[in-house]
């Protein structure tokens, strides 16, 4: 387990974020920290507000009320995108558009290097380095559409690792993943915050693939339930393993 | 002039500028379709023709170089389109709906306030390579190297952006401007192309060659290459069926296309069992 000091930089930042769709509230005084090295994870049950939550986070969907800020700057005018890498849940790609591992990958980087320039050796090296991070390197000339669910979804990680980021941000990316990709993905996390000191917030209700690595767990139902150590969650009751008490039974129970 | 060592019927003059035209939109119609189709816009060139219809309706009315006024619609109908679905106040389909039927009205209505469809704008509507000008196949060769450089220049993110647009966003990639160069790039191509293969033809050229190429294809860039060369071929077979058999020849291009896609089809739906395991082990 990392330390997160309060010395480290706060990579995103929400505070007294409130949301409504119409009259119904949604988020209430929602406050959220991402630190450099940090490893989060923001779980709750469905309609528990992550998405929308997610979604001004990044700078979609303006709050009602409250501050949000990405490395310092409000999410709609942040600039250095690369600095932020993003898994969304379901990403958009058709299965029938012949795009390989590769150029996939590599339309990570180029918020990096410039979309309008041409791609040099340093950003080819570092889509190379991206897709080994995720130990697809025997299929990076693959279509993607051709892979399996896992494997596609490590290939959109690889995607985001490309700008080598700052922060990583993934919206339920185990989500009916086969237990091989859940190995290769937590061991990239790891590789991730180890080798760039970056700080990941995971969006999931699914953490046994990555329970040894989470150092905090904020619980969302509209307002945070919980906000603390795996220790202290297992200390009321509540393990991120695959037992009988584990956490997607026990964020059933919140509904 | 072109060489004169071309083989049969290339061996004379109008069937060497009809090629010359045809190869240059075999060109750069399939490559800005590759795009297109995997934005699931496969039709949006044939709806930004009918725009372009009225363009060349206004233009015979008023006087004016039929090509400019069409490019002149051309280019508003496919920024609105864009603009309406970006905003999403009509879907995809509506919005092209929308503009396409207007665009044909109005073509219709400027042809009978200028005395009643005429043979100079069925050449717009269908196409007809064979009788095209130097200076239309300059203008051709102008606006199609236009094209291209654009393309290939910005293909990179274009295609992040045509794959996946709200990831897109995040990563902070210019996603509207590239969706509106994609409409304008659009719509000068359907300008470009409809001397010779017709406004109401030129969808088939974007589209078909790009169909075939991902039954092929492993990959985007490939994709890409392949559409052209499936495209450069449907011209060239279909310049020389038009000839031979004295047939339409922007008719002829596009069966052509059909034909290849129909042929490649079959082929790889015949192909043994082993060799397509083989192809996707």
């Known amino acids: 387990m990392r330390s997160a000091p309060d010395a480290d930089p706060v990579l995103l930042e929400a ?11 949604v988020l209430l005084d929602v406050d959220l920290r991402v630190r450099r090295g940090e490893f989060v994870a923001l ?70 290097s410039g979309w309008w320039r041409p791609l040099r050796p340093p950003d080819r090296d570092a889509v190379r380095h991206a897709i080994q991070s995720v130990g697809l390197e025997p299929l990076a000339a693959r279509p993607v559409g051709a892979l399996s669910g896992g494997q596609q979804q490590r290939a959109f990680i690889a995607r985001a690792f490309a700008s080598e980021p700052n922060l990583l941000v993934l919206d339920e990316p185990v989500a009916g993943v086969d237990a091989e990709s859940q190995r290769r993905f937590s061991d990239s996390l790891t590789h991730l915050i180890a080798e760039h000191d970056a700080g990941v917030l995971l969006v999931s209700h699914e953490l046994s693939a990555v329970a040894s690595e989470v150092d905090r767990v904020i619980v969302l139902k509209g307002r945070v339930l919980f906000d603390g150590s795996p220790a202290d969650l297992t200390r009321e009751g509540v393990s991120l393993g695959i037992h009988r008490e584990d956490l997607p039974l026990w964020l059933e129970g919140l509904r | 002039m072109i060489a ?18 045809g190869l240059v939109v075999g060109v750069f119609a399939p490559m800005i379709g590759t795009f297109l ?24 009315l008023l006087g004016v170089n039929p090509v400019l006024s069409a490019l002149v619609f051309a280019v508003v109908g496919a920024l609105g389109v864009d603009r309406l679905r970006a905003r ?36 717009y509507l269908f196409g ?96 890409l290459l392949l559409s052209v060369a499936v495209g450069v071929a449907s011209v060239v077979v279909g310049l020389t069926a038009s000839f031979v058999f004295d047939i339409a020849a922007s008719g002829a291009m596009v069966l052509a296309t059909a034909a290849v896609f129909a042929v490649v089809s079959i082929g790889k739906r ?3 069992r082993t060799l397509r395991q083989e192809e996707h082990a």
Do not use: C
């Open chain 1, 15 to 25: 505070a007294g974020v409130r949301f409504g769709y119409g009259r119904e509230p």
């Open chain 1, 43 to 112: 779980v709750g049950p469905n309609g528990s507000g992550k998405s929308t939550l997610l979604r001004i986070l990044l700078g979609a969907l303006q709050p009602d009320a409250g501050v949000v800020r990405l490395f310092g700057s409000a999410p709609d005018r942040f600039r250095e995108r690369w600095r932020l890498g993003y898994v969304p849940q379901r990403p958009s790609l058709a299965s029938e558009v012949p795009a390989t591992v590769e150029e996939i990958v590599t339309s990570g980087r180029l918020s990096r």
């Open chain 2, 4 to 21: 004169l060592w071309l083989p049969y019927p290339f061996d004379l003059p109008f069937m060497q500028r009809a090629l010359a035209a």
């Open chain 2, 37 to 60: 189709v995997q934005k699931r816009l496969s039709l949006i060139g044939d709806g930004i023709g009918h725009v372009a219809f009225a363009g060349v309706g206004a233009g015979l």
């Open chain 2, 88 to 123: 999403r106040k009509a879907s995809g389909d509506v919005a092209l709906a929308l503009f396409f039927y207007s665009g044909i009205a109005l073509g219709v209505v400027f042809a009978s306030l200028g005395g009643g469809l005429n043979a100079s704008i069925l050449t």
């Open chain 2, 128 to 223: 007809q390579p064979l009788t095209v000008t130097r200076s239309e196949i300059a203008a051709i060769f102008a606006l199609g190297a236009a094209i291209a450089i654009v393309m290939w220049t910005l293909r990179r993110v274009l295609f992040a952006v045509v794959t996946d647009e709200d990831w897109s966003r995040v990563a902070g990639l210019p996603v509207d401007a590239m969706n509106a160069v994609l409409a304008v790039l659009t719509a000068v191509a359907v300008v470009a192309a409809m001397r010779i293969v017709g406004i109401l033809l030129i969808a088939a050229l974007m589209v078909l060659p790009v169909a075939t190429a991902q039954l092929l294809s492993r990959s985007f860039r490939s994709t």
């Open chain 2, 270 to 272: 015949a192909a043994p």
